[in-house]
């Protein structure tokens, strides 16, 4: 090669390093971007209102605060605004907490504080002197960092500022990601890469991801992490590991973000060389005292323990004859006296129960109502299966006034198409918190179950199964950021609309151009409906692939436990599909209140939406819009290709409004998503019509494959098993 051409490539390979690394960082960034502002007249309105940052107090966390506030201000603002400067100007952001001001300032804002909780704020235009400014302030340091991010996001979002009387408090306790991360670094049910902890370098490495990651979550009110998976392993709960633990919780703590761990029922057993684990045993109690003043001692802050047991062949107080309330008080006690709580997950179900999969968590936990210690809260999953991209709301929310639960979604995409398909979750979770319970008359919806507000509780909660990994987009897909995000929002507020959240995340993850937010929303807004449509229309369920849930398999049916074969499911025979469990079959219906159960239990009145869940329909039952059921399945199939179609031809026109790394990662993405979708449609149309004996209905494609090609793919690397 001569020289010229060396100089040449050296050129090329350099520009592309730059231009990547700088892509990627945006990727990175979240809906941290903090982009300058490209009209001038908005910077100025912000600036005349933004003539410095006052901060009142000294801590760790009002240190990022303040930082949070220079960073986003002066790269969307393009300035310099100025730190601490003297207070006798106008137009400053004041922040600092209540203990931290003065007098004059505490009599304007009493009736606000008489307003909030300890993690509430307040971001109010007041006059001090005659002179106008923003106070930005709260009862904890940390709260106030959440106003901080409140704040920010009004100017990310080109919201205006003056006249500002924000007083918000978030309406759940425990906010919280579950990471279902194992000490391997293996993520279940993870499709972004793997844990982002290093617990091989930990705790003397400090990765920079980790700091980035409590930043994150504060900025949406997220308070509390689960580190490990809830198919726990042991070892997370010896001073090995807990070392690190600490570690990672010293990082975390100045953001607001308490540390939990999951807890192997058998741990006594296994690290504590006991015999037994039986709750009742004294020494098995003891044990977990001992272990929870050992954690305590490293971690004055430690949020509890998070416990599933006897599900799906994990430990549990059953193995000796106890149950669900033996174990978790026993472990309750334990963390007591150092204000922790048990976080116990309902999701049970039994291979020697023959009874209904859907009914045997509400079966089982109902008759323990009242029976929990103070520090239990009880957390359900938000459909009685598994995560299905639709399930009707889980019937034990509202059975069990007496006893605290808390919500559990998930936001990896176990069913909904890994990382690789565009699903906004957040309009799922809003469907579900929307539900009426009717378990105390019209209006006790979900989300007053889950703030505590229809049974009267102090503790609440919402947990997300994070879908995080050490991808350099954090969530595998651009998308699926969003979906993080609209968790922690939807965490701190039930009763926010998703789509107002949709916009809050397009515009500070992207753009503020009404020509891309517009389209680019709608495009998320629908894009569920789509994953339902081309997977599990009209109630369908728990029809994909064995093991790795990767595809459709409905076809599978020879899983040594019934319940976990899709035909167990679906039921597709000769005379329709479906699975009844109104009266005349499971009665499940009669799980729910019975206004809901009449709605349900009834063909008639039953939500379309969700008619194969609870019924057994005939082929040629006429749905609402005049078709029968197989040519409506059949469109419904067809009208999620379509939607996907869509999503794309949406995307290919926000090329100039978008990062060209970003642009071609989502192109690429929904190109795949298109191809599964038809993949989907073929498989399970090709499938069920074996059993309708009809032909498609104009307007559905014709397969390009057999069913016997379908059958025959494998995918033994699949990710997340
Ligand atoms: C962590 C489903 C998933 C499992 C998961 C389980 C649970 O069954 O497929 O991977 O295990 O739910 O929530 O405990």
Redesign the pocket.
Same mark, same amino acid.
């Given at each position: 090669m001569n020289l010229k051409k060396i100089f040449f490539y050296t050129l090329i390979s350099l520009f592309t390093t730059i231009s990547s690394s700088v892509y990627a960082q945006k990727d990175y960034k979240l809906w941290l971007q903090y982009d300058k502002k490209s009209n001038p007249e908005i910077i100025a309105g912000y600036l005349s209102n933004l003539q410095g940052i006052v901060s009142l107090e000294n801590s760790k966390t009002s240190s990022i605060a303040v930082n949070e506030l220079e960073i986003g201000l002066n790269a969307m603002l393009d300035s310099k605004i100025q730190i601490n400067s003297k207070s006798d100007g106008e137009n400053k952001i004041i922040i600092g907490s209540k203990s931290s001001l003065n007098s004059e300032i505490l009599k304007l804002l009493k009736t606000d504080f008489d307003q909030i909780n300890d993690e509430g704020f307040i971001i109010k235009s007041i006059s001090l002197k005659n002179k106008k400014h923003i106070i930005i302030t709260a009862k904890k340091d940390v709260s106030v960092l959440y106003g901080v991010y409140g704040f920010l996001r009004l100017v990310q979002t080109n919201k205006p500022i003056q006249n500002l009387n924000i007083v918000d408090s978030p309406k759940t306790n425990i906010r919280i990601l579950n990471h279902?991360d194992n000490l391997d670094r293996t993520v *279940?049910?993870g499709y972004a890469g793997f844990s982002l902890w290093n617990w091989q370098k930990l705790p003397d490495y400090i990765d920079q991801r980790y700091i980035d990651y409590a930043r994150a979550n504060a900025s949406i009110g997220i308070n509390g992490t689960v580190l490990t #998976?809830? #198919?726990a392993n042991a070892l997370i709960l010896t001073p090995q590991y807990l070392e690190k633990v600490e570690a990672l919780a010293n990082v975390f703590r100045p953001y607001g973000i308490k540390v939990y761990l999951t807890a192997r029922f058998s741990a006594p057993i296994e690290i504590g060389g006991l015999k037994t684990a039986d709750p009742k045993d004294a020494a098995v109690a003891k044990w977990w005292k001992e272990k929870a003043k050992e954690i305590y001692k490293r971690i004055p802050d430690f949020g509890g323990f998070l416990v599933?047991a006897n599900?799906?062949g994990q430990p549990g107080p059953q193995n000796y004859n106890r149950d669900h309330v033996d174990g978790a008080n026993m472990m309750a006690d334990a963390v007591a006296p150092f204000g922790g709580v048990i976080m116990w997950r309902a999701?049970v179900y039994s291979e020697h129960d023959a009874s209904d999969r859907a009914k045997q968590a509400y079966s089982e936990f109902v008759p323990y109502d009242g029976k929990f210690k103070k520090n239990v809260i009880v957390q359900v999953k938000n459909g009685a299966i598994?995560f299905q991209p639709r399930e009707p709301f889980h019937p034990m929310f509202g059975a069990m006034p007496k006893t605290p639960l808390m919500m559990e979604f998930q936001i990896t995409q *176990?069913y909904l198409g890994f990382s690789t398909h565009l699903a906004y979750l957040p309009k799922l979770f809003q469907e579900v918190l929307e539900s009426d319970t009717y378990q105390k008359g019209k209006g006790s919806t979900v989300a007053k179950v889950v703030d505590g507000t229809l049974d009267n509780h102090k503790l609440t909660g919402i947990a997300g199964v994070a879908n995080i990994g050490n991808d350099l987009n954090w969530t595998g897909h651009p998308f699926g950021q969003a979906n993080w995000y609209g968790f922690g929002r939807l965490a701190w507020n039930p009763y926010l609309d998703s789509e107002v959240i949709a916009d809050e995340w397009i515009r500070s993850t992207f753009s503020n151009d009404y020509n891309f937010i517009k389209p680019v929303k709608e495009m998320m807004i629908e894009s569920r409906e789509a994953v339902v449509n081309y997977m599990t229309p009209l109630g369908l369920h728990h029809i994909m692939d064995t093991g790795h849930?990767y595809g459709p398999g409905p076809w599978v049916s020879n899983l040594s436990r019934p319940e976990w074969n899709p035909v167990y499911y679906h039921k597709a025979d000769k005379n329709g599909i479906g699975f009844d469990r109104s009266k005349t079959g499971t009665n499940a219906t009669a799980q729910y209140a019975s206004e809901v159960e009449k709605i349900f239990g009834n063909i008639e009145t039953c939500p379309e939406t969700d008619l194969l869940w609870f019924h057994h329909v005939s082929w040629d039952y006429k749905l609402k819009n005049g078709q029968t059921l197989w040519n409506g399945m059949a469109l419904k199939y067809q009208e999620g290709v379509n939607q996907v179609k869509e999503m794309q031809d949406t995307w290919n026109k926000t090329e100039k409004y978008v990062d060209s790394e970003r642009f071609k990662e989502v192109q690429m993405l929904l190109g795949i998503q298109y191809k599964e979708a038809k993949w989907w449609r073929d498989a399970c149309l090709l499938y069920f019509q074996q059993y309708s004996g009809k032909e498609l209905p104009a307007g559905v494609e014709k397969p390009t494959q057999t069913l016997e090609y379908f059958k025959s793919l494998k995918f033994p690397f699949a990710p997340g098993n």
């Open positions: 279902w *279940e049910r #998976n809830v #198919n599933k599900s799906e999701f598994d *176990e849930h």
